[in-house]
Nanobody
Framework: QLQLVESGGGLVQPGGSLRLSCAASGFTLDYYYIGWFRQAPGKEREGVSCISRQGSITRYADSVKGRFTISRDNAKKTVYLQMNSLKPEDTAVYYC??????????????????WGQGTQVTVSS
């Protein structure tokens, strides 16, 4: 059974940090590019960051560049999203997604085949 499970969300003050994890089970992570997406209340889901199969290519939304870092450990079947200098506007449910047959993208959710259930990130004082 292919599964992605996010963890690491929580409540943090503005300027704080969190590290999200996306753990894969039931499939070989090496074959998949991974994206992190988020959905804030009342807004559409948007791409945050993505990483190629071996980690050589990464992309970030303009709103998180310089603050977020995506990485992966294929041996541990886990992808990470390090989030620093968090802002209230980063508050959202964060999802990871895995894709295999199309191209790495932040814009096309249809390029991803499997999705996790999401983890809540709340940035508030």
């Amino acid at each position: 059974q292919l599964q992605l499970v996010e963890s690491g969300g929580g409540l943090v003050q503005p300027g704080g940090s969190l590290r999200l994890s996306c753990a894969a089970s039931g499939f070989t992570l090496d074959y998949y590019y991974i994206g992190w997406f988020r959905q804030a209340p009342g807004k559409e889901r948007e791409g945050v960051s993505c990483i190629s199969r071996q980690g050589s290519i990464t992309r970030y939304a303009d709103s998180v560049k310089g603050r977020f870092t995506i990485s992966r450990d294929n041996a541990k079947k886990t992808v990470y999203l390090q989030m620093n200098s968090l802002k209230p506007e980063d508050t959202a449910v964060y999802y990871c997604a895995a894709g295999a047959s199309r191209s790495l993208t932040l814009e096309r959710e249809g390029n991803y085949d499997y999705w996790g259930q999401g983890t809540q990130v709340t940035v508030s004082s």
